[in-house]
């Protein structure tokens, strides 16, 4: 459980690497704006991903909250900040977005356990 | 047309006040909720409103994308700023969300043309 | 506005009679399997329409809401216990439901003002 | 396979406290009215648990739909009239909700595994 | 009601242009991209409308419906095909999709009434 | 890992017989309409699943994925084609189909390796 983040981190690597050996361009040109949404813009990377978390939340997909979970705390996001973008997903979304909101907590979690050890 | 944004708002505080006299506690609570959702936390009420409007695009909502738009200009973001949260929300949704995108930035005009005047 | 759950009907009748023309027999089949969905069953049709309603709620769908409100008003359900039922609508699926709350507690209204007269 | 509703179970109580020690306000209220959305009140709680069933599987999370079988089950509806709302989700929901149906229809019979012994 | 087409096409393509005044490279490149996505690859044109025409009925988007009609139309895809495409839409995405279905069933006699005359 | 089409396949079968023993007539009916909707008609068999893969792309339903990635291969749809269907879904889906996508690819790969040999 504690390497949850890690085999994710590890199959999400290992596949995009597989997309990409596949050459369709416009897979590959989808992946590269993607990239792109979350750089510095008229709103700068940290705003982007939290749009991008909640976003992944309300929609209700636990490798994209993980994902974005992983960037927002990298960018210097506190844990109680989180908690705040996961309440207005939970709001917007409903109970149905509970499960998720589980898993993002644990996530946090598993987070710190690997980076403050 | 140019009152597309003043009929929605007469429309949703008429109706608000509808469903206040019904006056289902569950209901009633769960407004409250959502209105305290987006009040200062450990985020500012500015950066809840700008995941507010992300959320109801990926969801694909016109009246809730209006609310937020309106909630977002009022606290001073720009519409570059806006632009760049459209261009998250349509990477997230994809182009299924393009229809709502040509909503808001409807909306964004809609609303400088009642203020600038 | 009076008679937008009349337009509606009537709309929806008049599509489904040409849908019926096209004589597609997948598309027919489907139509009667969704009608036998709601009769008598283990369950009763009052009960099975109650969960027709709260379904097309939590998908966002403002015609499906009509529709299933009408044949729960006309089954006995009471006001009361439809708000009822909105409320679990509107927890499972959060504050994206309220355009649809709307749209609904209005539906009921405008029933009553067709019928009490 | 035999445990997958105990241990679904334990991970939901689990981290259900884990949320509650965060002491994020909002949240903690969100679970509360969520609580509240199914307690006795115009509807009763036997129909407002097999509506918040029905919306489970509508939205296709399946945590969801374990949760409120177990409910439904524990309230007293027998088989025959969950598998009726099955069939109301499966019809409001098409197809895309048969793997739902797969794993509601394994809950079932897993929930009175656990319990018939 | 007859110009419901045309008025769309109106619409969509004067709010496009003023995206594109936009200038927000990240929103441009999309469009670039969703324009690409239909060109002929392994795949050709007339069936990657099909797809796109599926994939906008299970979402549920009669804006996005009424756009790949027309492309299907223009493409020679006969209406008979076009049933069955919606017919393959109703059973994946239920009868959440028939308000979607009557609408696409419209948009194609009224493509043929303005084409026809 | 190499098996996990395989444990799809025989969980899937497993329970659609558990779910044919229930003699739910509703259930029973729509699983044959289900069959019958990718049958050869207006259009051939081998066009429908397509657009079942790409419905079931933009849903994001994994298993629904594998199931018409199954038929679609068997019915010789080459790789490359798939690609250009998943690269469709994609664009219409967003980056909350990423996930579905490396999912989608390996299943491919995991087919090929169990016939090949």
Redesign the interface.
């Known amino acids: 459980m504690n390497d949850r983040l890690k085999e994710f981190e590890h199959?999400?690597s290992h596949?995009?690497e597989?997309?990409a050996e596949?050459e369709?361009?416009?897979?590959k040109?989808?992946f590269n704006?993607?990239t792109?949404?979350?750089t510095q813009?008229?709103?700068d990377t940290r705003?982007?991903e939290?749009?991008?978390l909640?976003?992944?939340m309300?929609?209700?997909?636990n490798?994209?909250i993980d994902y974005h979970i992983i960037q927002c705390l990298e960018l210097g996001w506190?844990d109680?900040?989180l908690?705040?973008?996961?309440?207005?997903?939970?709001?917007?979304?409903?109970?149905?977005?509970?499960?998720h909101?589980?898993h993002a907590?644990?996530s946090v979690?598993l987070y710190h356990q690997a980076h403050n050890k």
Request: glycine residues 8%; neutral net charge.
């Open positions: 199959y999400r596949m995009n597989r997309i596949i369709h361009l416009g897979i040109r989808f704006l993607d792109q949404a979350y813009g008229s709103l705003t982007k939290l749009l991008g909640v976003a992944s309300v929609l209700r997909c490798d994209c506190s109680n900040e908690y705040d973008a996961f309440n207005v997903a939970l709001i917007v979304g409903g109970s149905i977005v509970i499960p909101l589980r907590v644990e979690d």
